[in-house]
């Protein structure tokens, strides 16, 4: 994973509702949207960018299993009032990233999160990022979609489980 994926990636399995020392609700099992804004700086650059991606209380457990064996990384969590809260501290291949982050659930089937990265040394360019990120419930999902694949915007299918 490129290190510039880590803080998306974490944010991303922070917003689908897992973590491993609180217990956020479980969220409906099926299609789910999701609109995400991110921040990079310096530059102050902007991208936006939608997708959808099937779950299911199996992928999240297996998400949170990737979470878990994130190496180099504290993580401290709470849950209370509908807002799952983050922060977490990792060094990756000499580069140190802290994070903090909230998700804030609607219910079972809707989340807002946001998260703030900063990289020191920067990486790629990038010393820190912000990233704002809604999903919603949508429905089942489509025929011959499992959970795990994840549908960018163009159309092209991540597998991010078992296939």
Request: glycine share 10%; aromatic share 6%.
């Amino acid at each position: 994973m490129k290190k510039t994926l880590v803080p998306a990636a974490v944010a991303f399995l922070l917003a689908i509702g897992v973590a491993n020392a609180v217990d956020p609700p479980e969220v409906k099992e099926g299609l789910w949207s999701i609109q995400r804004h991110n921040i990079d700086n310096p530059g102050n650059k902007k991208t936006d960018s939608t997708s959808t991606i099937c779950r299911n209380h199996a992928y999240d457990q297996h998400a949170l299993s990737l979470t878990k064996n994130l190496k180099g990384c504290t993580v401290s969590q709470s849950f209370q009032g509908g807002k799952y809260s983050s922060k977490s501290h990792c060094v990756i291949g000499g580069t140190v990233m802290e994070s903090e982050g909230t998700v804030t659930y609607q219910g079972d089937t809707s989340a807002h999160s946001e998260t703030h990265a900063t990289f020191t040394p920067a990486t790629n360019g990038v010393s820190e990022t912000t990233m704002i990120m809604d999903q919603k419930y949508v429905g089942s999902c489509p025929a011959g979609v499992q959970p795990g694949d994840l549908t960018t915007s163009d159309g092209r299918v991540n597998h991010l489980w078992k296939h």
